[in-house]
């Protein structure tokens, strides 16, 4: 969307390709004021086999529709069974059927309009399928966008896929790779792991990032009221930080004040076992404010009213490449961010690159506990948060610039000249 927003300033003009009638679990409608009323937008109908799902697992249908496994240990065998259905019958994702129908409906739009360029992204990885589809039939240039990797998913694992159906994503994933003209992804260490695959002709990153633009309507505040720790997005059980809640533990026996001005907002999908636990801690619960989702836009309040910004990541090998989307909007707002994870990782990274923040292992609670100590006396001396210029890397319209740059030399005589 951000892509779409900005690509028109660099001499491109986007078409948008999406279901006619998608099912989402959620929908944010305050993201439509990024979107031009001027936008071409093709849509088409797409089946999707959540319908089903509903009716036969109904306890079921909204863990599985997220693509994740939220309470592995709670799992019924109706859940289990739900979550084995998807993982093996329907790959890459639930979006495959509308890949053939979708593909025979583009090739007259492509070749009649003279498209230049297809870019797909995924997950769903379906998308690629179509990507590949075109470029057989019409020889048009395409990029395969991964935002996630494929058949290295962790995701895929957490749903027990089986060894066949781990082969098959393989099998596509490699052909995906051989016939698109340039291999887009998020990340530098993902790029190199899909570079080791040694399919991919050309391998570029264009990181996720932030759009200034969203910062503009925020209510921003000289100091925040409360010592506010603020986590937005999905928490479950693989990411809960015991430690962490050990370390707030701690300082609110230890730090004098500490209790009375804790804040910890935790804004999303959070785990039941995880609210349940901190509602009956005896020195967490009255901290707690859960908000359960609030639409994109109002998260920029939060951030503004934060004395810290937790990230969490999975506890998992993918930990090294992942960059949250969610990490360059925490950069922007010049709050220091505590991050948990894989210390030597592309997340380290970019944060040490823009002095935002640092990374600990999950299970690293004196380092922690440190970490919240200094921030904690910074928020009693009203010391105010300083952002680098090297966030401004990270910004929407410069990542759209750099994909652009990409476009440019795919097709040179789109060049736009300065």
């Given amino acids: ?243 962490l809640w050990e370390a707030l533990q701690e300082l609110c026996t230890e730090e004098d004040g500490f209790k009375d001005q804790l804040e910890l907002v935790l804004a999303g999908m959070v785990s039941g076992s995880i609210l349940d636990f901190l509602k009956n801690d005896e020195q967490l619960k009255e901290s707690l404010v859960y908000l359960d989702y609030i639409p994109h836009q109002q998260v920029f309040d939060y951030y503004e009213s934060s004395s810290v910004l937790l990230l969490l990541l999975n506890q998992s090998e993918n930990s090294k490449w992942i960059l949250p989307g969610k990490m360059y909007e925490y950069m922007f707002s010049g709050k220091p961010i505590l991050t948990l994870g894989e210390p030597e990782s592309d997340v380290r990274d970019v944060l040490l690159e823009c002095n935002a923040g640092e990374v600990f292992s999950f299970d690293d609670k004196e380092k922690i506990k440190s970490f919240l100590k200094l921030a904690f006396v910074n928020y009693k001396n009203g010391a105010s948060p300083s952002k680098s210029d090297q966030v401004n890397n990270y910004t929407r319209r410069n990542l759209t610039k750099k994909l652009a740059g990409i476009l440019d030399v795919l097709i040179p005589k789109k060049t736009v000249e300065n």
């Fill in 1 to 243: 969307m951000k892509f779409v927003k900005y690509l028109p300033e660099f001499g491109w003009e986007p078409t948008i390709f999406t279901p006619e009638n998608p099912d989402f679990s959620l929908q944010d409608e305050s993201l439509m004021k990024d979107i031009d009323p001027n936008l071409e937008v093709i849509r088409f109908p797409i089946w999707e086999p959540f319908g089903i799902y509903k009716k036969l697992f109904k306890s079921s249908s909204k863990t599985v529709k997220q693509g994740i496994v939220i309470e592995k240990s709670k799992l019924s065998l109706t859940d289990k069974l739900s979550i084995w259905v998807r993982a093996n019958l329907f790959i890459p994702d639930p979006r495959c059927f509308w890949v053939k129908p979708s593909a025979k409906f583009l090739e007259s739009i492509i070749i009649d309009n003279k498209i230049d360029v297809v870019i797909t992204t995924g997950p769903p990885h379906s998308m690629h399928l179509i990507g590949q589809r075109l470029k057989k039939s019409t020889g048009v240039n395409w990029i395969a966008d991964f935002r996630d990797p494929w058949s290295d998913w962790d995701v895929l694992q957490k749903l027990n896929i089986s060894k066949v159906a781990h082969a098959i994503h393989r099998r596509m994933e490699k052909r995906v790779m051989q016939n698109s003209d340039v291999l887009l992804t998020v990340s530098n260490r993902l790029a190199l792991s899909l570079q080791e695959k040694k399919f991919a002709k050309d391998v570029r990153v264009v990181n996720n990032g932030v759009d200034e633009d969203d910062f503009e309507v925020a209510k921003v505040t000289q100091k925040p009221k409360k010592f506010s720790i603020v986590h937005t997005g999905l928490l479950n059980e693989i990411r809960n930080p015991i430690h």
